[in-house]
């Protein structure tokens, strides 16, 4: 998968490859059981017309460009760029990944010039898959009744993507943010169709963890917001020695006045040196919110309870033999 960074008025010159491409777009944000049918779909239309694929993302998200212009609060982001990126290259079906940058400029270009400099020109799409709530161009003037008027006079043709449900209702990125809001991290796994993860390195922290009997891996979360706080079982990969669980906290640490939230894992029965690995954390269970004590004895007690309950969980899926959730792939 080859990713390309396309800015308007400067086209790479292998954007719009020979004999054109398949074309789907969007945020993707979680590329959840719904994004990854939508990708799978284009992809059969790629196949058929023997064409490569190319998916079109943007950086930032709209959404967080609208918000930072009006100065209000961001919506919660499920993965940062490397994280789409890993998730997309791991379907194995891309062809071309390309990153639009979301500014100004892009917001006031018409729909249909959107049409006709990105989709056309640009990106040489010959064939279209994209859901019917898809808005685009200046105002969200541009829908999928635009693309079809002009797909016959442009030479592309145009798909309504599928749409995936789950319990009656559409699978949304904003389903999986208000799952995890609830701490339902169960819930967002189904609607993901593997458990939620971040990805960070391993950095030194204030080694208040190893103080306190419990020295924790402290991951960089670099987002503004995290979609989920509280405490939790987790399962570690990407580190020597293979997965691992422990016990995150992921939040401010409102018990030493934290300011800033972090992320923080006690790996169980581990006692090495994680600093500076590239680690994934998989939320596999609820166990509490955070909250304040009132002193660090307080905490260290709490703590020893979190740890008690995340290896009763654990064992209580050995002995039922239920794995924890993996990547549903083909079956989403």
Same mark, same amino acid.
């Given at each position: ?104 400029? +892009?917001?006031? /270009? =018409? ?8 989709? @056309?020109?640009?990106? &040489?799409? !010959?064939?279209? #898959? ?53 701490r339902d991290v169960a819930a967002a796994a189904r609607l993901l169709g593997h458990p939620f993860f971040l990805c960070g390195r391993v950095m030194h922290g204030d080694k208040r963890g190893r103080q306190l009997g419990f020295p924790t891996a ?14 939790? +079982?987790?399962? /570690? =990969? ?8 422990? @016990?995150?906290?992921? &939040?401010? !640490?409102?018990? #030493? ?76």
């Amino acid at each position: 998968m080859d990713l390309i960074r396309l800015s308007h008025g400067t086209t790479p010159p292998d954007a719009a490859p020979v004999g054109g491409a398949v074309v789907t777009i969007g945020n993707f944000d979680g590329v959840h059981r719904g994004h990854r049918a939508v990708i799978r779909q284009a992809a059969e239309r790629a196949d058929a017309l023997d064409l490569p694929l190319t998916v079109v993302i943007f950086e930032p998200l709209p959404r967080e460009f609208f918000a930072e212009r009006h100065g209000v609060p961001p919506v919660a982001r499920l993965t940062r760029l490397r994280e789409r990126f890993q998730a997309f290259e791991a379907l194995g079906v891309i062809d071309r990944l390309v990153l639009m940058p979301f500014n100004a400029r +892009l917001a006031g /270009m =018409s729909a249909e010039a959107f049409v006709n400099e990105l989709l @056309v020109e640009a990106l &040489g799409a !010959r064939h279209v #898959v994209i859901g019917d709530d898809f808005r685009f161009g200046a105002k969200r003037a541009g829908d999928f009744a635009l693309l079809e008027s002009m797909g016959p006079r442009l030479g592309f043709g145009v798909e309504r993507a599928v749409t995936v449900t789950l319990d009656g209702e559409r699978v949304s990125s904003t389903r999986v943010r208000a799952a995890l809001e609830a701490r339902d991290v169960a819930a967002a796994a189904r609607l993901l169709g593997h458990p939620f993860f971040l990805c960070g390195r391993v950095m030194h922290g204030d080694k208040r963890g190893r103080q306190l009997g419990f020295p924790t891996a402290n991951i960089a979360l670099r987002r503004r917001l995290s979609p989920l706080r509280g405490v939790f +079982l987790v399962r /570690m =990969s990407g580190i020597d020695g293979g997965p691992r669980f422990g @016990v995150a906290n992921i &939040g401010t !640490r409102p018990t #030493v006045d934290g300011a800033e939230a972090r992320l923080e894992v006690f790996v169980l029965d581990f006692d090495g040196d994680l600093y500076g690995q590239l680690a994934t954390v998989e939320f596999l269970a609820d166990i509490r919110d955070e909250r304040r004590f009132e002193s660090l004895d307080a905490l260290v007690e709490q703590i020893g309870a979190d740890v008690a309950e995340a290896r009763q969980l654990l064992d209580t899926h050995r002995r039922a033999g239920t794995p924890w959730p993996v990547d549903e792939g083909e079956t989403a």
